[in-house]
């Protein structure tokens, strides 16, 4: 298996996160509406249990992942933002 190293002074290097994330019941539409709106987020999935598929997308340069999750984790409707996958890369 091949490992990339990156460089965190690196300006090409973005992360890619996915989360689950748990809405309040009868929340789940509203919260994915909010969410969309958030720069660097999609909301991919909902289902009608209050679950959302969410990806969240830093671009080089950024330095706002962790400001993202927690915003969202701080949205009305929210129960709970769990990461459940992380990439990071460079731009060649």
Known sequence: MKHSTIDPVNDKAFTIAGLVVHTLPGCS??????LNGFAGVEVHQADPTGKLVVTVEEQAGE????????R???????????LVYSHQGTED
């Not at 330095?63 to 927690?70: A, C, E, W, Y």
């Open 29 to 34: 539409a509203s919260v994915a509406d909010t």
């Open 72 to 82: 969202i984790n701080q949205t009305q409707g929210v129960m709970s933002a769990a």
């Open 63 to 70: 330095k706002t992942m962790i400001d993202t999750i927690s």
